[in-house]
C-alpha cells in the first residue's frame, strides 16, 4: 500500500522560510516521476516543483528561483525548500507521485502553508 505523509507546513510571516517534507512508503521516489502540488480554494490546483526521472527538476513559473525541490533516497523522502515565502504563497500543498509502470497517481494529505503579510 503507497502513503504519502508530508509534513513542514505552518504559518510563516512574509520574506520567511518554510522546509516541507514528504515521505513514502510502498513506492520510490526515486524511480518514479513526482511532484509538490499546491490548491487555493475556488482555484485548481497547480504544479509547484517536480522531478521527472532522468531529468532536472522543473518549477511552476511563480517560484522565481525562491524554491528548491530536493530528494533523500535513504530516507525516500523528498523536501521543498520554500524561501521569500509571499502571502500569494498560502495554499494546501500536496505531495504526489507518479508510479512510472502504470502511470497511476498517488496523492498525500496536504499541509497548509499560511504566510502572513
Known amino acids: 500500500q503507497v502513503q504519502l505523509v508530508e509534513s513542514g507546513g505552518g504559518l510563516v510571516q512574509a520574506g520567511g522560510s518554510l522546509t516541507l517534507s514528504c515521505a513514502a512508503s510502498?513506492?520510490?521516489?526515486?524511480?518514479?516521476?513526482m511532484g509538490w502540488y499546491r490548491q487555493v480554494p475556488g482555484k485548481q490546483r497547480e504544479l509547484v516543483a517536480g522531478i521527472i526521472v532522468g531529468n532536472n527538476p522543473n518549477y511552476g513559473d511563480f517560484v522565481k528561483g525562491r524554491f528548491t525541490i530536493s530528494r533523500d533516497d535513504a530516507k525516500n523522502t523528498v523536501y521543498l525548500q520554500m524561501n521569500r515565502l509571499k502571502s500569494e504563497d498560502t495554499a494546501v500543498y500536496y505531495c504526489?507521485?507518479?508510479?512510472?509502470?502504470?502511470?497511476?497517481?498517488?496523492w498525500g494529505q496536504g499541509t497548509q502553508v499560511t504566510v502572513s503579510s
Open positions: 510502498g513506492i520510490f521516489f526515486n524511480y518514479n516521476d
Open positions: 504526489a507521485v507518479r508510479r512510472r509502470s502504470s502511470g497511476y497517481e498517488y
